[in-house]
């Protein structure tokens, strides 16, 4: 069964019953029956156009519910409406299905959530994970959404600052998350960037090519994690990270600053940087003075402060770090590191195992698990 093909089917399906008239919580419903059905029966008899395979189920099952629940006149309507047998029209609604998830009806938070569960097809915990709250909280969200855009109609899609907001996360999800959708983030970002001019929507483009561009060098061949500092440099894809540069300055040139420009001037940084320790610290921290003014993140800030430890010393990112809430995520493995290059490896080692028992995915467990082993074992010799 090949799941990369249903998966890529998904969002232009869906898409399709929301334009014939399913509202959007039932039409999901719908194509997640016709997906299992299809798991079902592809292996015995693959159909030829797979797609409008799909079309069809979906909407019989549509059809299936409407009658369960809804009045007859308008049972039979829909029954007339049903699509004709024949291949289905070759077109990528997937960006467009973007923009109806980013309703006016509903709140920002809840438009990523939606699109990232209805579209990017992660879980309920990745994206709770990517908000850093609780699952059971992310399902309520979820949930609320749907019944607020069930029956709305789609006349009035949401803004690009949403979909921005949505692509990100699916790119960094398919970047270091159980999920590979950072090709398909990156796709829908230049699709997206051919048709709007929009200064962030290049500077998002240029960021996912920038860090697209180390990927291959991100992990060991056992899947070990493999940090910044450490990764071999000559197998960077060079001709994404001359493409990333090249947008990246034109967007820049606009004066329109945003924090996607930034965080992007800061992966640009990274890649000009011939060795770890020619990386320029003084031009990054102020660039992360430029995004935390842009965003107020903490998360930018504690990233800032490891980015002053480097430029300043570690004692001057410790004194960053100390004004930040020690609940953020990655906070203790922050700290951890700043401790170990003050020379305090006591302190680093019992951070280092803090931070394992709060990372968010194996890799980066198994990196930081490894990191108080060989601490704790220089101590012991």
């Known amino acids: 069964m090949d799941e990369a093909l249903l998966r890529s089917l998904t969002p232009s399906v869906l898409a399709i019953l929301v334009r014939r008239g399913a509202d959007f919580a039932a039409a999901e419903d719908a194509v997640q029956d016709a997906l299992i059905e299809a798991v079902r029966v592809w292996p015995a008899d693959r159909p030829r156009d797979p797609k409008g395979w799909l079309v069809t189920v979906a909407w019989r099952r549509f059809l299936d519910a409407t009658r369960a629940d809804a009045a007859r006149r308008r049972r039979e309507d829909l029954v007339d409406e049903e699509p004709a047998p024949g291949p289905a029209p070759a077109v990528d609604d997937t960006l467009q299905l973007y923009f109806l998830c980013a309703h006016p009806s509903l709140t920002p938070s809840s438009a990523v959530a939606l699109t990232l569960r209805a579209v990017g097809g992660l879980t309920t915990r990745q994206i709770a994970q990517a908000y850093l709250v609780p699952e059971a909280t992310m399902a309520q969200r979820i949930s609320r959404a749907k019944r607020t855009v069930s029956g709305v109609q789609f006349d009035r899609p949401g803004d690009v600052a949403t979909v921005l ?3 990100y996360l699916v790119f960094n999800e398919g970047y270091s998350g159980d999920v590979d959708l950072a090709a398909e983030a990156i796709r829908l970002t230049r699709q997206l960037s051919a048709t709007i001019d929009h200064p962030e929507v290049a500077g998002l483009l240029a960021l996912m090519l920038l860090h697209h561009a180390r990927r291959a060098t991100r992990t060991a061949a056992d899947g070990s994690l ?24 034109a967007a820049l040139a606009r004066d329109r600053l945003g924090e996607f420009q930034a965080q992007a001037a800061i992966a640009a940084l990274h890649a000009d940087a011939p060795t770890a320790e020619e990386t320029d610290w003084v031009q990054i921290v102020e660039w992360y003075d430029e995004l935390a003014r842009l965003t107020d993140s903490p998360v930018v800030r504690l990233n800032r402060a490891v980015a002053v430890g480097e430029a300043d010393g570690p004692r001057a990112g410790l004194a960053a770090l100390a004004a930040l809430n020690d609940s953020l995520p990655r906070h203790a493995a922050v700290a951890a590191y700043l401790h170990e290059r003050d020379g305090d490896l006591t302190t680093a080692a019992r951070l280092y195992a803090e931070a394992a028992q709060k990372a968010p995915n194996l890799a980066e467990r198994d990196y930081l698990t490894r990191q108080a082993a060989r601490l704790n074992t220089g101590r012991g010799r």
Do not use: F, K
């Open 165 to 167: 907001r949505v692509l």
């Open 226 to 249: 493999v940090p910044l500092a450490e990764q071999e440099r000559i197998r960077w894809d060079t001709a994404s990270i001359a493409e990333g540069v090249e947008i990246l300055q």
